[in-house]
């Protein structure tokens, strides 16, 4: 199962996302972007096919998660597609959606989302949580 990890990457340092990538492995084959490497390719459109083919999503939960264009797209996006979602808490706790620990009210996910349009993603340079490298 391929699994596709959405974060703020300055909430979020290379050694913090090698844990990540770890706990998201229990559900699978993790997508970590900063994790792999892009050389020679096109980084924005492989994030964009990671996302668009995961069979599952693991929002890192951190005071900005909400707050990012990109952060909020990719939770559109795997929201729309009605894969299993699921959020890494602080704790380092996998919960998925619908659950009692689930970090976000319905309220709360609707004001994430906004006017994201799921099917067109956000220019790399639209916001500092675009592909590193990218934009």
Known sequence: MKVFVSYIRRENPMDRLKWVAEIAASLGSPHVDDLVD???ADRHSNVVAALRTADAFVAVVTPSYPATVWTSWEFGVAKARGI???ALLPDGELVAS???RWPWTE???AAMLGSADVTEP???NLCGNAPAGVG
Do not use: D, I, V
Request: no cysteine.
């Open 38 to 40: 892009h050389r020679g």
């Open 84 to 86: 299993p979602r699921f």
């Open 98 to 100: 619908g659950t009692s």
């Open 107 to 109: 309220a709360e996910e």
């Open 122 to 124: 956000p220019l790399p």
